[in-house]
C-alpha cells in the first residue's frame, strides 16, 4: 500500500506540489490526471524515490521513504518498475540485452532463469520475436511494449506508467491501454498511470486522482468523475464549460 501524507515539492521558489495527501490500495489501478506542468510525473517520481518532498512524507508497504538508507531504497524499488513515456530503451543495446540489465539490476533471478523470463515477458506483450532486435529497428508503440515487458520482467508489486499512449494512434493506444489492463490482471500488480487520455483512463482505471495548480481537486473512483458537478474537472473530462 502507497501513502502519501501532506507532500510539497517546489522548484526555484515556484510550488509544484501543495499538501497533497492520498492512499493507493493493493491492487489498484490509478490514473494521475491534469493539466501539462501541473505536476503528475514530478508526483509519479516521489513514488519511487527519485525525489524526496520539501515536507510530508511517502510510505510504501509501510516504509517511510523520506530517511531511508539507499540499500533500504534500492530494495523498496524492487518492488516497482517504471515505463517511461518513450520506452527509454538503451539504443546501443538488443532488446534482449535491455531486459536482461533490468532484471539483473533489479532482481536475484539466476542465470539460467533469465531466458525464460525474457520470453515470458516478451509473450505477455505479444512480441515474442523481436528479441534479438535493436529499439531502431522497431516502431514507437512497440517500444513502449517493451518498456512494459522489461517492467514485468522484475516481478513488480507495482508499475508506474508515465504518459504510456502519448503520440500513438488510436489503434495502438487501444493495444497499449488493453495491455496494461491485462498486466494489472494477470500480474496482480497495483497500476499508476499518468495520462491525458480519457479513453485510457476509463479503460484501465478503477480510482482517478487529479490535479490542478499543483493541489488535489478530485480523489474518487473513476465513475464517479464523470458524474462531478464542477465546472473545471467537466471541461476538462468532457470539454463542457
Known amino acids: 500500500m502507497i501513502k502519501v501524507r501532506e507532500i510539497n515539492k517546489s522548484f526555484s521558489g515556484k510550488n509544484i506540489l501543495n499538501n497533497i495527501s492520498f492512499d493507493i490500495s493493493n491492487g489498484d489501478s490509478v490514473a494521475i490526471i491534469g493539466q501539462s506542468g501541473t505536476g503528475k510525473s514530478v508526483l509519479l517520481k516521489h513514488l519511487n524515490g527519485l525525489l524526496i518532498p520539501d515536507s510530508g512524507n511517502i510510505s510504501i508497504d ?11 531504497l534500492q530494495s523498496i524499488r524492487k518492488k516497482m518498475a517504471m515505463v517511461f513515456q518513450f520506452g527509454a530503451l538503451f539504443d546501443s543495446m538488443t532488446i534482449e540485452d535491455n ?41 514507437g508503440g512497440m517500444k513502449k511494449r517493451v518498456g ?29 491501454n488493453q495491455l496494461i489492463k ?60
Not at 508506474?160 to 499512449?165: M, S
Open 182 to 241: 491485462k498486466v494489472s490482471e494477470k500480474k496482480k500488480v497495483t497500476s499508476i498511470v499518468v495520462t491525458h487520455d480519457m479513453k485510457t483512463l476509463k479503460f484501465v482505471s478503477n480510482k482517478v486522482i487529479m490535479l490542478h495548480e499543483g493541489n488535489i481537486i478530485f480523489n474518487d473512483k473513476t465513475e464517479m468523475l464523470f458524474k462531478s458537478n464542477d465546472k473545471f474537472i467537466q471541461y476538462f473530462v468532457k470539454g463542457e464549460k
Open 148 to 176: 512494459i515487458a522489461r517492467a514485468i520482467a522484475i516481478n513488480p508489486e507495482y508499475i508506474l506508467y508515465d504518459e504510456p499512449t502519448t503520440g500513438l494512434d488510436p489503434i495502438t493506444t487501444d493495444r497499449i
Open 99 to 139: 531486459i536482461i540489465l533490468a532484471i539483473k539490476s533489479l532482481t536475484t533471478l539466476s542465470d539460467k532463469n533469465i531466458p525464460n523470463r525474457i520470453d515470458k515477458s516478451l509473450d505477455l506483450v505479444e512480441l515474442n520475436d523481436v528479441k534479438d532486435l535493436m529499439p531502431s529497428e522497431i516502431s
Open 62 to 72: 509501510n516504509i517511510l521513504l523520506n530517511n531511508v538508507s539507499y540499500n533500504e
